[in-house]
């Protein structure tokens, strides 16, 4: 359990008050683990695996906005990943929160919007650190104890917040529709890659859901089924099948599953193929009672387990 912190833009307000954060929450509440990347979410791309490795110890996600990083593809893509991840108890319940920097809810634009906003004052940091307390460590805080020490501690970091000098937190020029989908695709791949690298990736740590559910998340809808096909979804399947399978505490479909070899045969369909020294694997997937959740997992992507001449459809 932890909490996940979000910036974008090297040299930028967003970088040092996720890094001024980091310090302060652990402080706080000790025990919160925060944690952040050490490198600029510009340059997602190289880093891909590392946020899902992350997402499995992470309970809170506070991401940090301002005007000039708000519509930023690897943000926003961010964000959509965690608000996905991170579901409360209560239907509609996420506990991922944009913490606005130098300005307030109506002039964040975009589907950061969906999300449950605070601003970065005192009022909004104390709600930060109680959903943080509630949700983030094995035994939270009485209210009272809460209350004091965050009293004892906000001071810090206000003094900290207010001698932030950055060089450039100019808003950026607008952009060509053309090149943030470029920057999106190349997003994309990056997470396909990584999904390709299991000896540093865990295919467990691949949130379950619809494929496109990682694409449909601050402008990341333009993405169609036909892009995505392009940057070979059937990985995606897989993960997200075998995720499936650990979250039902079937280690035995889980390890079945690990043992094919996903491909990708025709157009929206996703083989996983067995070899004949895994036909019991293959047969263990055949024959699972849950065969519906994996193929929900697998959805809209139709699956089909092969073993030599043996052939089913999930």
Not at 81 to 98: F, H, T
Not at 217 to 245: C, D, H, Y
Not at 298 to 309: M, N
Request: hydrophobic share 40%; net charge negative.
């Amino acid at each position: 359990m932890g909490v996940f912190i979000s910036w974008s833009g090297r040299d930028t307000k967003s970088y040092a008050v996720a890094d001024a954060l980091r310090e302060w929450l652990e402080q706080v509440i000790q025990g919160s683990k925060p944690w952040m990347s050490a490198q600029d979410i510009d340059a997602g791309q190289r880093w891909g695996t590392e946020l899902f490795s992350q997402l499995d110890n992470q309970s809170i996600g506070i991401i940090c906005v301002t005007k000039a990083n708000q519509a930023e593809p690897w943000l926003n893509f961010e964000a959509g990943v965690l608000a996905k991840q991170l579901k409360g108890d209560n239907l509609n319940e996420s506990r991922v929160c944009p913490l606005l920097i130098d300005l307030d809810a109506n002039d964040v634009t975009g589907p950061l919007k969906l999300l449950q906003m605070m601003p970065l004052n005192e009022e909004g940091m104390f709600r930060v650190s109680k959903m943080v307390n509630d949700h983030a460590i094995p035994a939270a805080l009485s209210p009272d104890v809460l209350k004091r020490t965050f009293d004892k501690w906000w001071p810090e970091l206000k003094e900290e917040l207010d001698q932030i000098v950055v060089l450039d937190d100019r808003e950026k020029e607008t952009r060509e529709p053309e090149d943030i989908l470029e920057e999106i695709l190349g997003i994309v791949r990056s997470v396909d890659k990584a999904v390709n690298q299991p000896q540093t990736l865990p295919l467990s740590s691949i949130p379950v859901g619809n494929p496109t559910d990682f694409f449909s998340f601050g402008g990341l809808k333009v993405i169609t089924l036909e892009e995505l096909s392009k940057v070979n979804p059937e990985m995606l399947v897989k993960a997200r099948m075998i995720s499936a399978a650990k979250k039902l505490d079937d280690p035995v479909l889980s390890e079945a599953l690990e043992n094919g070899r996903a491909t990708h045969s025709e157009k929206y369909i996703t083989t996983i193929d067995f070899s004949p020294f895994h036909r019991a694997s293959f047969q263990a997937v055949k024959d699972s009672p849950h065969r519906e959740s994996l193929k929900k997992a697998g959805s809209p992507f139709s699956v089909r387990l092969v073993c030599e001449d043996s052939v089913f459809e999930l």
